[in-house]
């Protein structure tokens, strides 16, 4: 994050992140990773917290977000469950040793109706392909550690938990370049990305909102009812009837 496309990328995603979670509302947000991304700053939540990985370096400045208030693996929050309204994730599944068990854990410390923000390198973008055909020989452009997730199969981990996509962004379009002049004179390509080819930006951003689907106690609709035992009703007896006629009465 210290080269000029590293601030790049940087300053797109903290404007994206002041913008979305200026209009979540709660009690309490917690943002995993990144600390040269303040992605809470603009949020108005009486308690937010920061957290990093165990394996983050100890001796590592603070940076926009703060010191850590928690220090913790991030596929296993200590955070009790449905307690956050909040979790916003920078980077954080490319350098998650687990990045599914730590979405189901941000799953888990959610409450319904709670959201996830969640941001990342697009492998379907110019950065991408440069970081894989580096692979094959040459200098990387992106981090050595960590995997390139594409933001669709982000959708289809979110959609196997309890997760609703409700909003969505990519940007970054200018080419994987390292001098600040040369990312300048391609400024242009972030309109035109945006307007030509925007799945094609080497950033996204996704929003998801938890949802809980009630249950509905059904009978056993299919067990017929007992059936009613019948009323009796009480009948004259012919015989009856003719012993109590008098004398002499006509028939």
Same mark, same amino acid.
């Given at each position: 994050?210290?080269?000029? #496309? #590293?601030?790049?990328?940087?300053?797109?995603?903290? *404007?994206?992140l002041d913008r979305i979670v200026a209009d979540i509302f709660g009690f309490h947000a917690l943002q995993l990773g990144l600390r040269d991304l303040a992605g809470l700053r603009h949020n108005r939540?009486?308690?937010?917290?920061?957290?990093?990985? &165990? &394996?983050?370096?100890?001796?590592q400045p603070p940076g926009a977000a703060?010191?850590? %208030?928690?220090v913790c693996e991030f596929t296993d929050l200590p955070i009790a469950s449905q307690s956050l309204?909040?979790?916003?994730?920078?980077h954080t599944l490319e350098v998650a040793s687990d990045p599914y068990a730590c979405l189901r854990e941000a799953d888990r410390v959610l409450v319904a109706g709670g959201q996830v923000v969640v941001t990342g390198f697009n492998a379907l973008s110019l950065w991408g392909a440069r970081q894989s055909l580096a692979r094959i020989g040459g200098e990387r452009y992106l981090p050595q550690s960590g995997e390139l997730i594409?933001?669709?199969?982000?959708?289809?981990? +979110?959609? +196997?938990?309890?997760? =609703?996509?409700? %909003?969505?962004?990519?940007g970054c379009w200018r080419p994987p370049l390292?001098?600040?002049?040369?990312? =300048?004179?391609?400024?242009f390509m972030d309109h035109a990305g945006e307007r030509w080819w925007p799945m094609l930006g080497a950033?996204? &951003?996704?929003?998801?909102?938890? *949802?809980v689907r009630a249950m509905r106690l059904v009978g056993k609709a299919w067990q017929p009812s007992a059936a009613k035992a019948g009323v009796g009703r009480p009948v004259a007896h012919r015989r009856a009837a003719h012993s109590r006629r008098e004398p002499g009465g006509s028939a």
């Open positions: 994050m210290q080269t000029p #496309g #590293g601030r790049y990328a940087l300053d797109w995603q903290q *404007r994206q939540m009486p308690h937010r917290w920061f957290a990093r990985d &165990v &394996v983050d370096d100890p001796e703060g010191p850590a %208030a928690l309204d909040l979790v916003v994730l920078p594409s933001p669709r199969r982000v959708r289809d981990w +979110l959609r +196997l938990l309890s997760f =609703e996509v409700t %909003a969505g962004a990519y390292h001098g600040q002049a040369w990312l =300048e004179r391609w400024r950033m996204y &951003v996704l929003v998801a909102t938890k *949802r």
